[in-house]
């Protein structure tokens, strides 16, 4: 039998979210190590480990001031040798996305902050990327991400993939202007993670890596936060009350909102 959901948050107006009074500590885990801290192919293991971390990095999977997982964790999900692990924090360090402190305190700490949105940043962000890959990319985004609310939407969750689900969700809608797009990228890669498709979630932060500097070219806009926070509780609500058509409607009409604010700064 499904579980019902209970009222909505209350930082939120409009449809339902899945629980209330979520515990936002470490027990519901860390979104975004199923999908990027994956192992990586023997043939290029250092390439790939300095990819990986960076990506990890750059969607705050690992934000500023904290640290990456133990060396011997780490290894262990790449797949890696210490080693190897090692030179990779080394060349990360080098290109200061961090910064290595030793002692009983040390670890590898993130010291990597987005960029401020600058005029012209979206624009040469695109260039860089080609509109035709933009489309693409937007593309890509909605139908794996469509695909991940639907395929959540299916499974009878537990108490503990409820809580995860409505722990990012009041994570999003809690954030500070300036940590909003990291926990919004935890919000979708949840979605992605609990379905438990260690390939789904792979996809969808991939779809979210190739739009990511996009996003952090643009200003964090109060009425669209606002917005987002109706659509991310109607996401929540509809997977939690066991409904893939309105799960997949709801991701669709965000990721819609999301594109059409890329294109009008655009225009």
Aim: proline share 6%; charged share 25%.
């Amino acid at each position: 039998m499904r579980m019902e959901s209970t009222p909505a948050d209350a930082s939120v107006s409009g449809p339902r979210a899945p629980v209330a009074s979520a515990s936002r500590d470490a027990t519901v885990g860390i979104t975004g190590v199923v999908s990027l801290l994956r192992p990586v192919r023997a043939g290029n293991a250092f390439e790939e480990t300095v990819e990986r971390l960076l990506q990890a990095i750059k969607l705050g999977v690992v934000p500023h001031g904290e640290k990456l997982p133990p060396e011997r964790e780490l290894a262990t999900r790449l797949g890696i040798s210490r080693v190897t692990l090692r030179e990779a924090i080394r060349a990360l360090q080098e290109a200061g996305y961090l910064d290595v402190r030793r002692g009983r305190y040390g670890g590898a700490f993130v010291v990597y902050r987005p960029p401020s949105p600058r005029k012209g940043d979206l624009r040469r962000a695109v260039t860089r990327m080609g509109e035709d890959d933009l489309e693409d990319a937007l593309t890509f985004r909605m139908a794996v991400e469509c695909g991940a609310a639907r395929v959540l939407a299916t499974a009878d969750l537990t108490p503990r993939q409820r809580e995860t689900l409505a722990a990012r969700l009041s994570g999003v809608n809690d954030a500070a202007p300036d940590d909003y797009r990291r926990m919004d990228i935890a919000f979708h890669l949840a979605i992605a993670e609990l379905s438990g498709s260690p390939l789904l979630a792979a996809a969808c932060a991939d779809a979210r890596l190739r739009v990511t500097d996009l996003l952090n070219a643009i200003p964090v806009l109060r009425p669209n936060i606002e917005h987002a926070a109706v659509q991310h509780a109607a996401i929540a609500a509809a997977i939690v009350d066991g409904d893939p058509e309105a799960a997949e409607r709801a991701v669709a009409e965000h990721l819609e909102g999301t594109a059409a604010l890329l294109r009008g700064f655009l225009a």
